[in-house]
């Protein structure tokens, strides 16, 4: 990182909304305010799922839950450079250049709550990225083929701006717009995942707009990016990412609207087979869901395009035309 001068005032401008958007936290507002479970990595707390607020106004956020408190020495809040200090676990000064190199050093104005708290679509972009490297060895290591980067559009980045140095995925909406680029760090850089100050990746499903015209009623569920292009790559053109192992209810009617089955192939970690249940009671109510349990500690990233057919030979409908 630079050790030149730091703006520290500048970077405490940042708009809390921006940084939040960037670490993909999703708040509901409530009397004024952006509520919801605590962000933090010392935040242990199962009971205190509301326990975080933000006043955008203010640019403030706190954590009320006790347990939280106490592993913060005692403090309930901060400004932004505290929120990313601690999330990066970093010093604030870190943190202000971390800033800086996200967002730059410019006025940036804030988000009032009116309009953090009002529509959450997500804006096509006016925009590509272009001169994209689809066989980086990256992309390689992760058993992307050329082809499949090429035609999903995922690439290293050189060029200027806050996906430089990344590889790059597009994000469409249903409507095949395109709304979002996550950028994957590819040397630990942290953030692991970026996304654009502002996008909303609980309004969308990645490979929803190819899912969608596969001609199959039933959808594969996986969690990850590269979860998606491995099992896309192996043949399967229903498949759809969360983009995380939660689901929002924007996915849930997304998936009901389009799909009549789904096929749920989450990590084999405790976090995405404890998803993979909730996602099933969940969505069991107004569409047949079937879950798949794999090992534990795999992923489907990490599956051969044979493996990945076996784990979903017996599980999926054959395509047909559907009745809309």
């Keep these: 990182m630079s050790a030149g001068p730091i703006s520290f005032q500048a970077a405490k401008q940042v708009p809390i909304a921006h940084v939040l958007a960037h670490y993909g936290v999703q708040l509901h507002a409530t009397g004024g305010e952006l509520r919801g479970q605590c962000p933090l990595p010392e935040h242990t707390s199962r009971e205190s799922r509301n326990s975080f607020s933000v006043n955008t106004a203010r640019n403030l956020w706190c954590c009320q839950s006790q347990s939280c408190i106490q592993a913060r020495d005692g403090e309930l809040g901060g400004t932004v450079l505290d929120l990313v200090a601690r999330l990066e676990r970093c010093s604030i000064r870190e943190a202000a250049t971390r800033l800086t190199e996200w967002f730059g050093a410019v006025e940036v104005a804030y988000v009032p709550v009116q309009a953090a708290s009002a529509s959450r679509t997500n804006l096509p972009l006016r925009f590509q990225l272009t001169g994209l490297d689809h066989s980086h060895p990256y992309l390689e290591g992760r058993g992307i083929t050329p082809i499949t980067a090429r035609t999903l559009g995922i690439g290293y980045y050189g060029g200027p701006g806050i996906m430089q140095g990344r590889v790059v995925i597009p994000v469409h909406n249903r409507s095949h717009e395109l709304v979002a680029y996550s950028g994957r760090s590819i040397r630990g850089e942290e953030p692991k995942y970026r996304f654009p100050p502002g996008f909303h990746k609980s309004q969308e499903l990645f490979l929803l707009n190819r899912a969608s015209h596969s ?49 749920l192939m989450l990590d084999g970690d405790a976090a995405g087979q404890g998803a993979t249940e909730a996602i099933t009671q969940r969505l069991s109510q107004t569409m047949d869901v079937e879950p798949i349990h794999l090992k534990p500690g795999v992923q489907p990233d990490q599956l051969a395009p044979r493996e990945i057919n076996d784990t979903l030979s017996g599980h999926q409908r054959p395509a047909r035309g559907r009745e809309r």
Excluded: C, P, T, Y
């Design 215 to 263: 001609g199959n009623d039933s959808v594969i569920v996986v969690e990850g990016f590269f979860d998606a292009a491995k099992v896309w790559q192996a043949g399967h053109r229903n498949v759809v990412a969360l983009m995380g192992s939660s689901l929002s209810d924007v996915q849930a009617g997304l998936l009901q609207k389009h799909f009549r089955s789904a096929v």
